[in-house]
């Protein structure tokens, strides 16, 4: 089936904090924005009008967008920015996919507020979840919240070099929950409610939107098993805690066994690696789970007692490396007949030492934004990716104009990365454009070696247009042998985001299969700006047709985008 929305991306005003209404930019007026619930195989068609006064694009993150690269949405990457006043229309098959995923404003900040769940379930009743069926699902979507208009908070911190301020709060479904005293009586009003019934299993669908920070998510007095990461089965994995990083999503299976007549508190903490300390936001959102018939049984018709505060559980330590670490690299594949597993033959390598640093800002450098003073840049093999101003990096491959990027994307740092000694030459990057061309169908494997040049934590690396096995992690220096004597080669779990532990590494494996011009970047979005990106292309024979609406050339002009079609 085709199913078709239209997404309104406008200013809306809205409460949070205890603070008077505020504006904000979002999509039909919601925070978060509308799910898209599909069946496996629909077609997902959405109008995107910007009726904001930013450009926007959207992306769906996770999707492969197999032959509709077109469509994956981020800016200047595969498209040029929707502008204010101005439709541009996203169509795209689900087929392959199942779980959760999401969408999300890729352009500037928006993010924070221009986001909203993806449901993908299984095409129909013969072939079901591989798991026994829930009794109700649950989307639950985690984010963080500024009490300030995010586009103009990116363009300062773009400004003076000085990052974006840590959250005000961070939320669930949108609301922070009752951390924040309002005065008078609706503090509750801010919290999301999960009604239960009692013994009923529900499948919870958790989304990391936040901005910059990951979560550490618990629900008082139950516990979960994982079904499935990043729209990926996996093995049911057991836990009371559930880790999920900016990109990612979990979904968990909970059974609702509690005392009904008790409430629980949902807890959402931030989990925070770096060395040293970033400013952080050090508070917790909540929600509540309540028991239909939470009280009372039928027919006690004495009036209710008084509520009593939800029963919360300790969240954990926000530098708790251990708890994430266990439930991070515990995760495997679920193995199913006719499902592909990791290809053992790998054809292309790559090791790529990646992390904080500064730009070499030296005069005659013209894409310095600030000339002698050195800025901090994020960089993949001392490579400070900038995206394009006016060519959008796959018009420039599918039309052949250059000078938009470079082919020379290192497969290796310039100095090998050693934690035991100082930096050198990897701290210091300069801005450029580069891209790795890949061989259609080759088996790529990546080391993610995180570099702690200027700060030590755990960057969420995600692929566009890929799910990749996740084949081993660990801190450190990745070492050649022994590394790969860590590989899981057998039901490694399958992820487009990849949280590399702090001041370690991952080892990441996928088949190249699906071609188009596709970034890999850091998805704290403080850090994709500041170049944490690398961008991979295919050969120009093996994309598909540009849309005939799909704007040709430069986004400068004025209609840079042809915003009318039928299918
Ligand atoms: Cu969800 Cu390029 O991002």
Request: net charge neutral; hydrophobic share 40%; aromatic share 10%.
């Amino acid at each position: 089936a085709v199913v078709e929305h239209t997404f309104s991306v406008g200013n809306f005003s809205i409460r949070q904090l205890c603070k008077p209404p505020m504006v904000i930019t979002a999509v039909n007026n919601q925070l978060p924005g509308p799910t898209i619930y599909v069946h496996e195989g629909d077609t997902v068609v959405v109008h995107v009008d910007n009726n904001s006064p930013y450009n926007v694009t959207v992306h769906w993150h996770g999707i492969f967008q197999r032959g509709t690269q077109w469509a994956d949405g981020p800016e200047m990457v595969t498209q040029c920015p929707i502008r204010p006043g101005r439709r541009y229309t996203y169509r795209f098959s689900t087929a392959g996919q199942e779980g959760t995923l999401w969408w999300h404003a890729h352009s500037s900040l928006l993010r924070a507020t221009v986001h909203g769940a993806v449901v993908i379930v299984p095409s129909s009743g013969d072939r079901p979840f591989p798991f026994p069926s829930p009794d109700k699902e649950e989307i639950l979507l985690l984010g963080e919240w500024w009490n300030d208009d995010v586009v103009r908070l990116e363009r300062d911190a773009f400004l003076t070099g000085v990052p974006v301020r840590p959250a005000d709060a961070y939320t669930i479904n949108g609301k922070p929950g009752d951390v924040f005293k309002c005065s008078g009586s609706n503090r509750e009003s801010e919290m999301y409610k999960l009604k239960v019934q009692a013994n009923s299993t529900y499948l919870l669908r958790i989304i990391n939107a936040a901005v910059n920070t990951p979560f550490f998510f618990k629900v008082a007095a139950h516990t979960f098993t994982v079904v499935a990461a990043d729209a990926s089965y996996t093995t049911p994995y057991k836990t009371d805690v559930i880790v999920v990083s900016p990109g990612q999503t979990v979904d968990a299976l909970m059974v609702a066994a509690a005392t009904p007549s008790r409430r629980y508190y949902v807890t959402v903490s931030p989990y925070q690696t770096s060395f040293p300390p970033q400013p952080f936001r050090d508070t917790v959102a909540t929600a509540v789970v309540e028991y239909a018939d939470g009280g009372g049984s039928a027919g006690n018709t004495s009036p209710a007692p008084p509520r009593r505060r939800p029963v919360r559980a300790p969240t954990p330590k926000v530098h708790d490396v251990g708890t994430a670490h266990r439930f991070l690299s515990n995760l495997t594949a679920l193995l199913r007949p006719g499902q592909p597993t990791v290809p053992l033959a790998v054809d292309t390598r790559m090791f790529v030492a990646f992390g904080l640093g500064l730009a070499d800002c030296r005069p005659g450098q013209t894409k310095c934004r600030r000339s002698h003073a050195p800025a901090l840049a994020g960089s993949m093999n001392n490579a400070s990716f900038e995206l394009p101003a006016a060519v959008p990096l796959l018009t420039a491959h599918s039309e052949n104009i250059s000078g938009v990027y470079t082919r020379d994307f290192p497969d290796a740092p310039p100095v090998p990365f050693d934690f035991a000694r100082p930096p050198g030459r990897l701290a210091f990057t300069s801005k450029s454009t580069k891209v790795r061309t890949l061989r259609y169908n080759a088996t790529v494997e990546v080391v993610l070696q995180n570099t702690a040049l200027v700060a030590r934590e755990s960057h969420p690396i995600h692929l566009h247009g890929f799910n990749f096995f996740v084949l081993a992690q660990g801190f450190g220096n990745f070492e050649e042998g022994e590394g790969a004597k860590q590989y899981n080669l057998v039901n490694p779990q399958e992820r487009n985001t990849v949280a590399v532990p702090a001041g370690g590494w991952a080892v990441i494996r996928f088949v190249a299969n699906n071609p188009g011009m596709w970034i890999m970047h850091c998805h704290f979005d403080a850090h994709l700006p500041i170049g944490l990106a690398m961008g991979l292309r295919f050969r120009t024979d093996q994309l598909q047709i540009v849309p005939c609406h799909h704007h040709q050339g430069t986004c400068l002009t004025a209609d840079s985008l042809i915003e009318i079609f039928s299918f």
